[in-house]
C-alpha cells in the first residue's frame, strides 16, 4: 500500500462489506490517532499489537463537518496496525481486547 492510499483509506467510498476491511501498518509502531473526515459510513476500528487486539472502537460515526471540528480516535497505547471494517463487524467476530486475529490478503 502506497502512502496515498493510507491517506485515501475508506474516504469516498460509499460502503464496506462485512468481514472485509482495510488494514493500515503503524511502522514504527506507536500510539496512533484516527478520524473519520470524508468516510461515508460508520466504522468499528480494531487496534493490534503484535497480533492481538488491544482496543476496539465501535459504531464510530463519520464526520460530516470541516476536518477542524471533526472528533480524533486515539488508539490508547501502541500498536503496530490498525483495521477498519464495517460498523458491526467487530461483534459479529466476537472481537474484544485480548482476541487474537489472523489476517488474510483476498485477492
Not at 472485509?20 to 514504527?28: E, H, K, Q, S
Not at 460508520?42 to 472528533?71: E, I, Q, W, Y
Not at 458491526?88 to 485477492?107: H, Q, V
Request: aromatic share 4%; charged share 20%.
Amino acid at each position: 500500500m502506497t502512502d496515498q492510499e493510507k491517506r485515501q483509506g475508506l474516504k469516498g467510498r460509499s460502503s464496506l462489506p462485512m468481514n472485509r476491511g482495510m488494514l493500515f501498518t503503524v511502522n514504527p509502531e506507536q500510539d496512533v490517532q484516527l478520524w473519520m473526515v470524508g468516510v461515508r459510513f460508520p466504522l468499528d476500528m480494531v487496534f493490534l499489537h503484535n497480533g492481538k487486539v488491544s482496543a476496539v472502537l465501535r459504531d464510530v460515526p463519520p464526520c460530516s463537518t470541516s476536518p477542524g471540528d471533526c472528533p480524533i480516535y486515539p488508539s490508547g497505547g501502541i500498536v503496530d496496525s490498525v483495521i477498519e471494517l464495517a460498523a458491526g463487524t467487530a461483534d459479529s467476530l466476537s472481537l474484544a481486547e485480548g482476541s487474537t486475529i489472523k489476517i488474510l490478503e483476498l485477492d
